[in-house]
């Protein structure tokens, strides 16, 4: 042993009593066991009891021959060779462990064998835990190569007194667990003011999982919130993937777009609400549901339950805190504070203190910003890249913001509304194709770019059909 052992260490080791070195085996958390050369028990620790159920005045002087004729224990008395990390089922007590075993000689004499071992399915458990934990720091890790995480409540720039309400509201239910669903047009800052949330509630330490309905598939969406097994279909990974509910766990799930979710996805999303638990796909075993639900629409639900393509049972289980985002056009005061701060996180670091005209202020206050804040920031970006000065002009802004007038053929415009604007060009684009293939149909789709289906809807919504039909007769 003195050749083996720094001599510093045994001495301090020496000092400790025998009752000592059995408490430090009791401590740990893995089943020790050791039995005698004959495989009588001698010693097991308080693991023992604890993870196999049995007493540990019961075990001792047993015979592991007895008990597990198999056991690696005496496997390796017999081959005087400690065993690596294998698998084995102990039928007495009706689990699975893994672990190792090794002989014990002293003075090169074989006295028994000592094996640590623990049951196989918390093993397993901590594994799958191991396993969550990589997928969501590999989720954050690809969400922070994306973006720059979103501000908290503090950092929300508003002095409209309208948002600034909607804002009170949303801090005082963050610190609740009720569902929330935020509403407003595209661009007003929907996936910020959940961000905003979660930093604000009692799940602020737990993940934020953003899963975008509308952008996902509807054939993959469930297995990307549920998860699936392995085998559940072809293509489907070995071992299976955890869906965005398991990772979520403890904390809290945003379904953005929630209004662009399939009737069928919408009856499986309010069973998960109702039974607060849900399955992978092709799997068996139920998961609890312990998440915060946030969820998110531009969507009119109201008129799309009319309609028949949003569930009523899941917008009243959705419905709980609503909180509605006004557009930047209803809160046109806090224009000018949107716009100095967007320009200081552009310039943050250069030095600079970029600020917009007088002019471009003025059109900015008349402009209806359909793509509200994201649009104003888009705007604001492209300004400060072409600027020559220290300042944004009117000449640095997107041309399609500037007040104009355009003719095609008949028609002609002269407004600040894109949408409008959008809409005249395409009218008028689809008349002039149409006249130069002599009101050939398929020839001015083809021209357009544009299918089938596309182009007949465009015929209707303009009022082309009349146009076109009274056209063609000519024509022939």
């Known amino acids: 042993m003195n050749g083996k052992y720094n001599t510093i260490t045994m001495d301090f080791i020496n000092k400790w009593d025998n009752n000592f070195l059995l408490d430090i085996l009791d401590d740990i958390s893995d089943i020790v066991m050791i039995n005698d050369l004959e495989t009588r028990i001698v010693y097991v620790n308080k693991a023992y009891e604890k993870i196999l159920g049995v007493p540990q005045k019961k075990a001792i002087g047993k015979k592991l021959s007895d008990i597990e004729p198999n056991a690696t224990a005496i496997k390796v008395m017999n081959r005087g060779i400690a065993s690596h990390y294998i ?7 009706g689990i699975s462990a893994v672990g190792v075993s090794f002989p014990i000689f002293k003075e090169g004499i074989l006295m028994g064998a000592v094996s640590i071992f623990n049951d196989l399915t918390q093993l397993n458990a901590l594994s799958e835990e191991l396993h969550r934990t990589q997928e969501i720091s590999k989720y954050y890790q690809d969400q922070l190569e994306k973006r720059k995480l979103s501000p908290s409540f503090s950092e929300y720039v508003c002095t409209n007194e309208k948002t600034r309400e909607v804002l009170f509201l949303a801090s005082k239910v963050a610190k609740t667990d009720s569902t929330i669903l935020i509403r407003g047009e595209s661009g007003v800052g929907k996936e910020v003011l959940a961000r905003a949330i979660c ?5 602020s330490g737990m993940p934020f999982i953003k899963v975008n309905c509308a952008s996902i598939p509807e054939n993959l969406l469930e297995s990307e919130l549920f998860g699936y097994d392995e085998g559940a279909f072809t293509g489907a990974r070995k071992g299976g993937k955890m869906g965005k509910f398991e990772l979520a766990k403890g904390g809290t799930i945003f379904l953005d777009e929630i209004g662009d979710m399939t009737f069928n996805m919408q009856a499986k999303i309010l069973r998960v609400i109702q039974e607060k638990e849900f399955e992978r796909v092709g799997g068996t075993k139920t998961l609890p549901l312990d998440v915060r639900i946030i969820t998110a629409t531009n969507r009119d639900l109201e008129s799309m339950i009319a309609d028949g393509t949003f569930r009523s049972d899941l917008y009243y289980r959705l419905n709980v805190i609503p909180l509605n985002l006004p557009s930047l056009r209803e809160r046109k005061d806090d224009i000018i504070p949107l716009s100095r701060t967007i320009l200081e996180n552009l310039n943050k670091g250069c030095g600079e203190s970029v600020t917009i005209s007088p002019e471009v202020a003025i059109l900015f206050q008349k402009y209806d910003w359909p793509g509200n804040i ?16 220290d300042r944004i002009e009117i000449k640095d ?15 002609s415009f002269e407004t600040f509304d894109l949408k409008t604007n959008v809409e005249i060009l395409e009218k008028g684009l689809i008349k002039e194709s149409l006249k130069r293939n002599s009101f050939n149909k398929s020839k001015a789709m083809d021209e357009l770019g544009i299918s ?25």
Do not use: M, Q
């Open 374 to 389: 994201r649009e104003l920031g888009n705007v604001l970006e492209h300004g400060n890249i072409v600027r020559t000065g």
């Open 87 to 93: 698998v084995e089922e102990l039928k007495s007590v």
């Open 452 to 476: 089938r289906r596309n182009f007949y809807e465009k015929l209707a919504r303009y009022d082309l059909v009349d146009f076109c039909d009274e056209n063609s007769k000519t024509v022939k």
């Open 397 to 411: 802004l997107p041309k399609y913001l500037l007040p104009y007038k355009l003719d095609i053929g008949n028609e």
């Open 199 to 203: 930093r604000e509630s009692k799940r």
